[in-house]
């Protein structure tokens, strides 16, 4: 498996702007599937989104579509989660998770096998 951690979360207005990156060990980055979930104090954990392999494809929740965009550099191994237009319900621990299985993209957190310890963002209205 491969081991994650996010960085990039705090603090920010309604409307505001950030981006989380999560970097992965060791050498075959290029063979997960990543994906972003988030969940706020109370709920369960949300899929925000996920990219392919080669990241030649995204998928979205209808929640942040427009607002979000994943990219991945493979060669830094790292995967981003940029995200505009914040709004307070964006409030939430953010994660950054990978799998091998072709399932990424449906949303399910059972598709991911590999997780990395969240990193919070507080939206503030």
């Known amino acids: 498996q491969v081991q994650l951690v996010e960085s990039g979360g705090g603090l920010v207005q309604a409307g505001g702007s950030l981006r989380l990156s999560c970097a992965a060990s060791?050498?075959?980055?290029?063979?997960?599937?990543m994906g972003w979930f988030r969940q706020a104090p109370g709920k369960e954990r949300e899929f925000v989104g996920a990219?392919?392999?080669?990241?030649?494809?995204?998928y979205y929740a209808d929640s942040v579509k427009d607002r979000f965009t994943i990219s991945r550099d493979n060669a830094k191994n790292t995967v981003y989660l940029q995200m505009n237009s914040l709004k307070p319900e964006d409030t939430a621990v953010y994660y950054c998770?990978?799998?091998?299985?072709?399932?990424?993209?449906?949303?399910?957190?059972?598709?991911?096998?590999?997780w990395g310890q969240g990193t919070p963002v507080t939206v503030s209205s």
């Open positions: 998770a990978a799998t091998r299985r072709p399932t990424y993209y449906t949303g399910s957190y059972t598709a991911f096998d590999s």
């Open positions: 060791g050498r075959s980055f290029s063979a997960y599937a």
């Open positions: 990219i392919s392999w080669g990241g030649s494809s995204t």
